[in-house]
């Protein structure tokens, strides 16, 4: 066989095994994942903007999935708990370059707009990640935000995330408006927070 014919049936494999692999992740997350987001890139990979890419008024709204999560106390909370007011779920882990590169903008647009609108800053609690390392990255950078600790990954789960940083945002009716899985820059950021307070 050639080497011209070993590279065309090499390619063709190739794109075989993509094609199989992105099948059975459908099927694997249906179901489990319906959260719009405006990006899917992985916390490994560059940050993509997420500019406003909010829905249009007229598309249909899907509730956003409810969770509990724990207090640093470990009292219950749960996404429901906050419906009336606009929430920005975030979720993080201090192991996570890009969290920790989002979080001090974060920081700064929640102490502007905490009185208008409730943010949920998640801490995916497992493996490498605990409450400890959580508030210890927190009181090393003096970060004062509303953290919440996914100690059962009941919010991960809820989500089907694959990766981390995530954030989404959710109206005051509690519909899941859209998110992206990725660093998010703070203009962006304003961008949607405005969206969710107005509609």
């Known amino acids: 066989m050639t080497e011209k014919w070993k590279a065309a049936l090499m390619g063709a494999f190739l794109v075989a095994a993509v094609a199989a692999s992105w099948f059975l992740y459908s099927r ?18 560059a940050a993509v903007p997420p500019g406003s890419e909010m829905p249009q008024s007229s598309q249909a709204l899907e509730k956003a999935p409810d969770f509990t999560v724990y207090t640093a106390d470990g009292r219950k909370v749960s ?3 906050f419906t ?25 647009v929640y102490q502007k707009e905490k009185d208008n609108v409730q943010f949920l800053f998640v801490d995916w609690v497992g493996g490498r990640e605990t409450q400890d390392s959580a508030e210890a990255f927190l009181k090393k950078q003096n970060l004062n935000i509303p953290v919440y600790y ?9 989500y089907g995330l694959q990766g ?10 509690g519909n899941l408006v859209g998110g992206i899985n990725s660093m998010m820059d703070q203009d962006s950021l304003k961008q949607a927070v405005k969206y ?3 509609h």
Not at 28 to 45: I, M, N, W
Not at 84 to 108: D, H, I, T
Request: charged share 25%; glycine share 2%.
């Open 28 to 45: 694997y997350t249906a179901g489990r994942r319906s959260v719009p987001l405006a990006s899917s890139a992985s916390p490994e990979s």
């Open 79 to 81: 996404l429901s708990d």
């Open 84 to 108: 009336g007011r606009p929430v920005v779920l975030n979720f993080w882990a201090s192991w996570c370059y890009y969290c920790k590169q989002e979080m001090p903008e974060f920081a700064e």
């Open 150 to 158: 996914d100690r059962d990954e009941d919010a991960v789960t809820a």
């Open 164 to 173: 981390i940083p995530a954030t989404y945002f959710i109206d005051k009716n």
């Open 196 to 198: 969710i307070k107005e």
